[in-house]
Structures are given as C-alpha cells and as structure tokens.
C-alpha cells in the first residue's frame, strides 16, 4: 500500500532539548492510527511537524509524497484537530461550520447537520460561551465531517464525558468504513480506542519505542500469575517486562508465549492472561495507571 506519511530521521530540536530524536516511521494510506505516549513524550510536536506548523531540524517528513510545509496541494488534503483548537473571538458554533468548506474540499454540511444534533450542541452559542465538553464536540465534529484524506485528532475530544466519547468512537468508525481515509488519534485513553485502532505508534522521550500493527500488539504479551517460586521458574530465560509480589504471590508479563509455552505455564499451575494495550504500553513506557488515568 502507498503511505500517507513517510518520516526519516526526523529531529525537532528546542536548544538541548530534542523533543522528537530521529524518528523513522511510515503510516499506510487508509489506516487508522494511534499515536500514543506520556505527557511530553512528543507526541504533539510530531504531529505539528507532520502537519507543517513546525520545521525539523534534522530528517525529512513526506505526507501524500509531499513535505507538507508552506505546500497548499497537500495542506488543503489535512485536517488537525487539537485539544486547545483556537477560534475567532466573536465566532458561534454556525460560523465555524460555514466557514469550514473553505477548508476541507470534501466537506459535508449534511453529515456536520446530523453530528450538532447528535452531539447537542447550540449552533448560535458562541465559541467563547461553550463548556469544554461542546467545545470539544465542535473539534471532533469539523474533524469527521471535514472528511479530509488525512486527519490528525490531537485529544480534542478529553472534554466530552463517556456517552460522547462512545457516540463519536461510532460515528468514526461508521463514517471511515464508507469514506475510508487516513486517521491518527493521539490520546490517553488507551483502552477507549484500542479496538478503532489498525497501527500503533508509541513515543517516548522522542523516539518511537513501538511501530506495529494493533493485532500483532494485542498478542505479544501475557500475564501470568502463581506461586513466586513458580513464576520465577517460568519467567527464567524469557522475556519479562514486568513484575510485581504480593506476599507469596507474583505476576509477570512477559513477551509472546508459545503454545509449548501455554502448555508448560498450565502444567506449572500457572494463570495466564491477555494483556491489554494500555498494560503493554504502563510496561514498555514506565507509565503508572495513576498517570494515565488523571493525563486524560
């Protein structure tokens, strides 16, 4: 398949600090992708770079076979959508929905009707009026019905409760299966969007730790849970990524098991389980629960 966007060696450097450090990776035309990580792993300086709001300092973004920036034949194919999305002072809700065709060539005024509907928000409110949850649902909704070949949601939709969350996690996914195109989501909520999700991409500290397919990641780790002595056992001469005792009990997650694995795991009295995305990237990352539970 062609990718929407090839990154080479891309580094963004602020001073000493790189925020993005060399970075490699490519995202299939028609995929939707996560792109996931701490609070300031640099996951909104990629996206600004991709989107040519930010230059590199070092390496080569292309987007559709393009650099996007200062390239209006690419730009006018990307919508990106932020969490702080910014709007003229005096705008409602109305004026931003008319204003947008001028954006997005592959807008659709019927679909954006429905979602205000949907969503419940005030068309004749304006823009400095709304709570953060409708502030939210004007991101998500220019977002879906921009229809654009590439769109960038950067948490725009933290400030929608979990009806809302759910109602547009549907309405994405309905509306790529008929228009399908490519979609990154960079989000907190892990466990919320695993199942949207076709290919990951996990940033830390800069550099992209993971760069796979979400079938391949929901496989490549499970817990397993007994004795100390009998995980211990097991766990020598594989891959663990974490552990954890209480008392005399213990859990490791390890790497991918075989069925020889499994086997010898159940004759060891041993419990095992899936482990979720968001599990495997609290163990690759370092992540706490409590850090991505409050960061959304």
């Not at 000493?16 to 995929?31: K, N, P, Y």
């Not at 034949?73 to 932020?82: A, R, Y």
Request: hydrophobic residues 40%; negative net charge.
């Amino acid at each position: 398949m062609t990718a929407a966007i090839e990154a080479t060696g891309v580094t963004r450097r602020f001073g000493s600090l790189r925020a993005v450090d060399d970075v490699t990776f490519s995202i299939e035309e028609g995929a939707i992708c996560g792109l996931l990580g701490r609070n300031g792993a640099g996951k909104t300086t990629l996206m600004q770079l991709l989107t040519g709001q930010d230059f590199v300092s070092a390496g080569s973004i292309s987007v559709f076979g393009q650099s996007p920036v200062e390239n209006a034949s690419v730009l006018q194919n990307v919508c990106f959508i932020k969490e702080s999305q910014k709007y003229p002072e005096d705008f409602k809700v109305k004026h931003v929905l008319k204003s947008a065709p001028w954006f997005f060539q592959n807008w659709d005024a019927d679909f954006a009707d429905q979602l205000v509907e949907e969503f419940r928000l005030p068309q004749g409110r304006k823009i400095k009026k709304l709570s953060r949850g409708q502030l939210s649902s004007v991101g998500v909704i220019v977002g879906l019905a921009s229809r654009a070949p590439l769109t960038i949601f950067d948490e725009p939709y933290l400030g929608l409760d979990a009806v809302a969350r759910q109602l547009f996690y549907d309405r994405l996914l309905a509306d790529y299966a008929l228009h399908p195109r490519t979609v990154v989501l960079s989000t907190h909520l892990i466990d919320e969007v695993s199942n949207l999700l076709e290919h990951v991409l996990v940033i830390d500290n800069g550099r992209i730790i993971i760069d796979d397919s979400a079938d391949n990641l929901r496989g490549s780790a499970t817990a397993v849970v007994g004795t100390k002595a009998a995980v211990d056992e097991f766990a020598r001469n594989r891959q663990v990524l974490h552990r954890d005792n209480i008392g005399g009990i213990s859990s490791a997650t390890i790497g991918t098991l075989s069925d020889d694995d499994r086997k010898a795991a159940a004759a060891a009295g041993l419990e095992l389980s899936a482990v979720s995305l968001q599990q495997l990237i609290i163990r690759k990352t370092g992540t706490t629960e409590k850090e991505i539970e409050f960061s959304a």
